[in-house]
Every structure is written in C-alpha cells, then in structure tokens.
C-alpha cells in the first residue's frame, strides 16, 4: 500500500488512484466499526459482571434477624397443639387411674378369694374329733360331744361356703374391660395428639433448615456467580485492550498515507504506543476478593427455633414436662426412636447361642435382634463385653435360653420393648432368670391358654392392661381392622412378655393364675425330709424367712448358692436358708444330722434339662 501510494502520488492519473483512495476510505469505516464493537463489548462484560454483583444482595431481599421459615398453613403458634395434647394426657391419667383401682379392687377380691378358698377347704368334718374323747365311760356324752362338734362344724362350713360365695360373686360382677379398654382408646388418641404436635416441629424444623440452608447457598452461589463474571469481564478487556491498540496502530498507518512524508509518518506509527484506559470495566477494578458481602442472619438458621427438636432429651424435659400421663415414644418423622431397648447384663453368658450367625459390631447386632422382634430374639451375647470386632464377634440369643454365670467376663445385652423416650443401652443390672407358667383366658380360644415366661424377675406379676400394635401379633390385628393391635401381657415393670387376642369390647383376656416353674436352672419342685436339720455354719447367715412362699423364692433366685431350706420345729415359719457351697446334692446326705425337735428340710430340685448357675439377691 506505501508504494502504491508513492507511485499515485508521483503519477496522479494512474488509474489506480481512484481505487486505493476509496479502499482506504473504505478501511478507515471497517476500522471505526470495530472500535466501536470493541467499545460495547467491554461496557456489556462490565453491565454483566455488576448485574452479578447487584444479585448478591437479592438473596438477603426481605430477610432480617427474625425472619422465619414455617411450613404452609402454620403460622408458628404451636399452642393450639400443645393444649391439645396435654388435655388429652390429663384425661388419660383419669381413665387409666380408673382402670388401676378397678383392677386392683379385683386384685385384691382375687387375693381374698383364694384365702377363703384355702380356709374353705380345710374345713372337713369328717376328721376324727380329738375334742370329743371323754375320760368317761358315758356313752351318751360322748355322742352329745360329737352332736356338738359336727353342728359347730356346720355352721364354721356354711359361713366359709357363703364368704367365698360372696367374694366369688364381686370378683364375677367387676368386669374392668370397659375401662381398660377406655384406658387404651384414650392412650391412642392422646398418642396420636402426640405424633400430630411432633411430626409439625419436625416439619418446622425441616423447613427452616431447608430455608436456611438455600439462603447460605443463594449468598455463597451468588458470590461465587460474580467472581466468576470478573474473571469473565477481566478477560473480555484484556483482549479488547490488544485489539484497541492494534486498531489505533492501524488507523494510524492509514492516516500516513496522505501524509507528505509518508515514510516518517510511518515510522512514528511503529513507534507509537497507545494508551488503552478507555477500555476498562469499573465492575473489575473494584472487585475486592475479601469483601464478600455479609447477608442479614435470621435468628432460627443459628438454633433459634422457639421448641427443642423432638429428638432430644430436652424436648420431653420442656415441653412435656407436669403431664399427667406420661408421653409415648418419639415415632415423629425425624426422630430416631428405636421399639426397643437393650439392658447390660455383666458377668453372664447363655447357655447356648447361635454361631452361625456373627456380627463385628453391637449396632449390626441390635439390628439384626431387632428385626427379629422379641419373639426371634432374646438379646445379644458380648463375649468379652466391650463391644464386637471382627476377631472377637456378638451373636444372638434365642429366646428361651437360661443364662449362666460368666468366668471370662462376658456380658448380655437383654432387649425389650422400649417404654422411655430415646433410650438406648441402660445401667448394668444383675440378671434375673426365672421361668413363670401363665394361665390366661382368650376369648377367641376355648379354655386356658397357658404361656411360659422366660427370664422373668422371682417375685413378677403378669396382666393384660394394655393393647399395642408394635408386636407381630399387634400389627396382624391392625391389619385386621383392630386400631390399638392385640392385647398384650405385660410385667411388673411394663414390659411386654405375650401377646393375647385382638384388642376390642368383645375380645379380651384375663390371667387366672401364674405359677413359679423355677429359676437359675433349678425347679420350684421340693423334696421334704423330716426329723433332719443341718448346724448353723451350714445355713446362710442374716437371712431368715416367715413363710415358706418367700423362702423359697429367695433360695430360687440365688441359684446354686443356695441348697434349699431349714424350718425349725417344722411348723411353717421361721425359715432358714442353706448354703449351697457347703451343702451339695452329692454331699448333703452325709452332712445333715437328726434332729429331736421335729426340724425337717427342703431339698430344693435341679431343672435335669437345664444348666444349674449361681444368681443373685
């Protein structure tokens, strides 16, 4: 093009002259065209990279300290739900005091019943009447004493006969079920009451931290949105300002053409250096990489929820603290309540377990015993009770399996129905592990069913006062329609040993007798000896009993620590417990000794089907 120019110039009517005049004309538009592209290219990056900067505090629009986040259709009021279970609880507590006087009034009918009947039967008045025998030989006085004796025998026979009758009567006519049945229609409702109020703060707290965490994600999204746009808007520029000096370079060269000395005007356009400030972006230049925006903090996305969670422990202590009866667990859809508890039992084993089955960890093994109910699972056995590992595993326990002393440390984890909220592995206990035979009534099975209890307390009671639908046979009755499950047979502590019939007005049970079988691998089975005693180092010392229910009892439980029992004179007090590592069923023959007052002793009988083991006071 410059020596085209030089020759245009020296020859004005050469016929190109016309052609590069407008060619460079032509070029001078191209060239102002694209600076001015240029120029809209870095203000759109930069109206860009502030549109970023503006959007960082859109997150925070409408929000302050106390905003809150509540689900639709609640307004935060949570009153309306507490009243309503607390209201209900308060009823419950009536009801179900209801419920315990009846059933304890029948109790006690019960308790006098079974007196009256043992007096009843000994009265016979066919025994030979030692009262009746006369120094005289007058044999019309001694018919007088035997008319005598058989009429004050009659009368003592009717007046037990009309007593038991009469307590016979009440215990018949005092039918608890209808309250026993309000005391469970009543807990269900209440329950649900509960669930209703849980499952909302668990509502409210998932909103909230839903809300909270989107705030915190809209502010650091938008943040890291604009930092992204400068980076973005710092390139465009950087590459605008290389082509805005390489199109002033080229205007420049262009101009010099029509210069008089082309060749200088030439040489100060390659010498020239321009200056590219004019394309810049204010959004760039102010960006400060520490001065993230800092949005407004509502008080509940930092704890502020005006309730504790439902799955804590301080959500019962404040929110159901004085009720009446006591709440049900925590079944809300964010709790972790487990059904279940499992108890600590140290220096004890089974007798057997299931070893095809291992599990490296105690939470694998509660799973697994829990997914077996009570019914597939008896608990846990920790063989060096300080939880499982590969080398050293936990396996389950079948139900019905006695228990036996521990020389190496072991322990047992018993699990049971939980009836506290939250509970998890409790204080370790001392083992009880007696066996009951429970004679109950079903209405929807002719006659007595009998059920024996395993690893039952020595001095336990059994009733059906509640129905539940956490049991296998509880859920098949609500399957069935049933809404509170089957009733369910339940211990002195609350536990749950059996389940009985489906729960309604027409379908209940009742226990009509419990009977000790044994405990600690020993029957509740006698072998009686007259005329024999053992001395005093040989009896456990402190411990003397009245009667010989609570003796045995006692003897039971403390297992092969205890041979069996001494009654002085014989007479059915004061009774003394012999000690079973002096006194031995192989020994104790040669170690008892005659007695002359009439003394005799109980042998007390090992369970031959069962491991004999030591157990506890």
Request: hydrophobic share 35%; with cysteine; net charge negative.
């Amino acid at each position: 093009m410059a020596q085209a120019s030089k020759a245009d110039r020296a020859d004005p009517v050469a016929t190109d002259s016309a052609n590069l005049t407008d060619f460079v004309v032509q070029m001078k538009g191209i060239l102002d065209e694209m600076l001015r592209d240029l120029m809209n290219s870095t203000n759109l990056a930069n109206a860009a990279c502030q549109a970023a900067y503006n959007n960082i505090s859109a997150c925070g629009a409408g929000v302050n300290s106390s905003t809150v986040f509540y689900p639709a259709g609640f307004n935060g009021d949570f009153t309306t739900y507490k009243t309503n279970h607390s209201t209900c609880r308060s009823e419950q507590h009536q009801v179900q005091t209801r419920a315990s006087r009846c059933e304890a009034t029948r109790d006690a009918y019960i308790t006098l019943e079974n007196e009256y009947l043992a007096a009843f039967r000994a009265l016979n008045e066919y025994n030979s009447p030692q009262e009746c025998a006369s120094a005289e030989t007058d044999v019309q006085t001694y018919l007088q004493s035997m008319v005598t004796h058989f009429q004050n025998t009659r009368i003592a026979w009717w007046e037990a006969y009309h007593r038991l009758q009469n307590i016979t009567t009440n215990i018949s006519n005092m039918d608890c079920t209808v309250d026993t049945l309000a005391q469970v229609s009543k807990k269900s409702q209440c329950d649900q009451d509960q669930l209703t109020y849980e499952n909302l703060v668990c509502s409210v707290y998932q909103t909230t931290n839903e809300s909270c965490q989107t705030y915190v994600n809209c502010n650091d999204n938008a943040w890291n949105h604009y930092v992204a746009m400068v980076q973005n808007t710092n390139n465009t520029v950087v590459d605008n300002q290389w082509e805005y000096r390489a199109i002033k370079r080229l205007q420049c060269l262009l101009d010099a053409f029509a210069a008089t000395d082309m060749d200088a005007a030439i040489d100060a356009c390659i010498q020239a250096r321009y200056d590219p400030s004019s394309v810049s972006s204010a959004c760039v230049s102010s960006y400060n990489p520490n001065g993230k925006p800092t949005p407004p903090q509502p008080a509940v996305c930092q704890g502020g929820n005006s309730v504790p969670h439902p799955n804590t422990d301080q959500f019962a202590a404040t929110e159901y603290a004085g009720l009446a009866a006591s709440p049900s667990l925590c079944y809300a859809t964010c709790c972790t309540q487990s059904m279940y508890t499992f108890t600590t039992h140290s220096g004890w084993a089974p007798a057997s377990y299931d070893s095809s089955t291992s599990y490296s960890s105690i939470s694998d093994a509660q799973s697994a015993c829990e997914s077996l109910t009570p019914s597939g699972c008896y608990g846990i056995f920790d063989i060096s009770c300080d939880g499982a590992t590969a080398a050293q595993p936990a396996y389950l326990i079948t139900p019905g399996t006695p228990l036996q002393a521990s020389s190496s440390g072991s322990c047992v984890l018993v699990m049971r129905l939980a009836t506290q909220r939250n509970t998890t592995v409790t204080t370790t206990l001392p083992a009880v592990n007696c066996t009951w035979d429970v004679a109950f009534n079903r209405t929807d099975v002719i006659g007595v069913k009998t059920e024996r209890i395993t690893q039952a307390a020595v001095d336990e009671a059994f009733k059906f006062i509640t129905c539940s639908n956490e049991t296998a046979q509880g859920q098949s009755c609500a399957s069935q329609g049933y809404a509170n499950g089957a009733w369910v047979m339940s211990n002195r502590a609350g536990g749950i040993v059996a389940d009985g019939s489906c729960c309604s007005s027409t379908k209940f049970n009742r226990v009509v007798g419990q009977t000790l079988y044994g405990c600690n691998g020993y029957l509740n089975t006698w072998n009686k000896s007259q005329n024999r005693y053992f001395s005093v180092d040989k009896t456990i010392r402190g411990l003397r009993y009245s009667t010989v229910v609570e003796a045995k009892r006692h003897c039971l439980s403390l297992g092969s620590l205890c041979w069996g029992l001494m009654d002085d004179g014989c007479d059915g007090s004061g009774f003394a417990l012999v000690d079973g590592i002096g006194v031995t069923t192989a020994n104790w023959d040669s170690e008892v000794l005659v007695s002359s007052q009439g003394t005799c002793i109980y042998e007390k009988k090992p369970d031959a089907t069962a491991v004999q083991t030591t157990g506890s006071n």
